[in-house]
C-alpha cells in the first residue's frame, strides 16, 4: 500500500483531539489507511467496527454499554453515517472520560458520505472533532513515493482510486472503474439514503461527464430528464455529497463587473470522468473534445487537495468573458491568479490580464503540461503542475 499524506495529519489528530473522523469516497482507502495509523499507535489498544455488517452494527443497539467497555482504547468505527444517532452517545462518553484525565484518541471514524455526518457529528461533538478528507490518489502524493515510477498520463487516464491506478492492466482498470459506477448509483447511494432510481442517476451522472468544466444548466437538464431544476439541483447536490462531483464556487470579492454566479462542476476522479465519456485509452483521450476540460479538472482537482485550510478557492469570470480558472487566496493576502493549459508553449490573453486585475492578483502563474519554469509576458510565469504543487503543498 503506498504510504498515504494523510497518515500524518491523523496521528497528530489522535494525539490531540478525541474524535477523528475520515471522510471521503467508496473505496478511496479509508479503511485501510486507518488500520496502517492505528497500528503506528502502540499507546492504546485498538478495535474494529464495521457497521455494514450486522452483526458489529447489532453490537450498537446498547451503545452506552457497549462503548463504556473500551476506556482508554481506540475504537474505530467504520461507515459511521449508518448509525447517525451514536453521537450523542459518543459526546457524553467523550466529555465523561475528559474529567477522568483521558482526552485524546478515543475514536477514529471512518464516512463516505458528507453533509450528513458532518451535521448530524457538528451538532453533537463540536469542539471534540476533526475532520480530514481522504481523496484518492494524487500527483504530489505519488511522486513522494516513488518519482522514479510516476506516470503522470496513468493517473489522469484511470483516475486515482487505488484498484483503478494500481489495476496489472489498462482493461482491468476499465472493468473496476465499470463496476464501482455500477455499484455505487445501484447499491451504496441508495445504502445511504437517497431514493433515487440507479438508472437516472446514472443518466444525471453521465450528463453532468458532458458538463465537466463548465456552469450547469438545471433546467436544461431537468428537461432531458423531464424533472425540474430543484430536482437536478438535489440530484447534484448528492453526488457532491458522496465525493463524485466538486461544485466549485464563483469568486466572492468586490468588483463593479458583471460576474457569473453559477458554480462551475467537475467531476473530481478523471478516471471516471473517461469512464463516463467511454474514453478507454490516453489516445481517444488526446483527440476527444473533453480533453482540455479534463486537464484542467485534474489540475484543479489536485491543487484544491494539496491546499491547506488556509487558503479559500474559486474561479473568476465575468460575463464579458474575462476569466480564471482558479482564484487562491490564502496566507498574507496573497492571490493567486491560475490559468490552466494542456498546451507545452501556453499563451495567455488579454482577458486573463483584466481578471487578475479585477481580483487584485500577487502572483500569476499558468500550469502547463510541461515540466520548465519560465516567464511569461506581464509578470506571468509558466510552471508545470509537479514543480506548483511541491511550491504551495501545506503552505
Known sequence: ????????????????????????????GKTTLALEVANTNRDKEVTYLDLELDSDLSKLNEPESYLRRFNNKLLIIDE?????????????????????????????????????????SSESLAGRIRFLELSPFSVLELIQHDSREFELERLWMRGGYP????????????????????????????????????????RVWSMLAHCHGHQVNMSTLGRSLEVDHKTIRSYLDILTDFYMVRQLQPWAGN???RLVKSPKVYLRDSGLLHQLLNISDFETLLGHPVLGASWEGFVIENIIQG??????????????????????????????????????APKVGKGFHLACEDVGATRKVVVY???????????????????????????
Open 307 to 344: 491546499l491547506s485550510n488556509k487558503w479559500r478557492y474559486s474561479y473568476y469570470r465575468t460575463t464579458a468573458q474575462a476569466e480564471l480558472d482558479l482564484v487562491l487566496e490564502g496566507p498574507g493576502n496573497e492571490v493567486l491568479a491560475v490559468e490552466i493549459k494542456r498546451s507545452i
Open 163 to 202: 484498484d483503478s491506478y494500481l489495476a496489472d492492466s489498462d482493461e482491468n482498470s476499465w472493468s473496476w472503474r465499470s463496476d464501482f459506477i455500477a455499484t455505487y448509483v445501484e447499491r451504496d447511494i441508495p445504502l445511504m439514503g437517497p431514493g433515487v432510481p440507479a438508472s437516472r442517476m446514472k
Open 255 to 257: 468588483t463593479r463587473k
Open 369 to 395: 503540461s510541461g515540466d520548465e519554469i519560465y516567464p511569461l509576458t506581464n509578470d506571468t510565469e509558466a510552471i508545470g503542475l509537479d514543480a506548483f504543487l511541491r511550491r504551495y503543498h501545506q503552505v
Open 80 to 120: 459511521i453515517q449508518r448509525k447517525p444517532d451514536l453521537f450523542r452517545t459518543l459526546r457524553s462518553l467523550v466529555d465523561e472520560r475528559k474529567r477522568a484525565g483521558e482526552k485524546a484518541g478515543q475514536f477514529l471514524l471512518l464516512g463516505s458520505a458528507s453533509r450528513d455526518l458532518i451535521q448530524q
Open 1 to 28: 500500500m503506498i504510504k498515504r499524506v494523510l497518515a500524518k495529519a491523523i496521528i497528530n489528530a489522535l494525539a490531540t483531539i478525541p474524535v477523528v473522523a475520515i471522510l471521503g469516497s467508496r473505496q478511496v
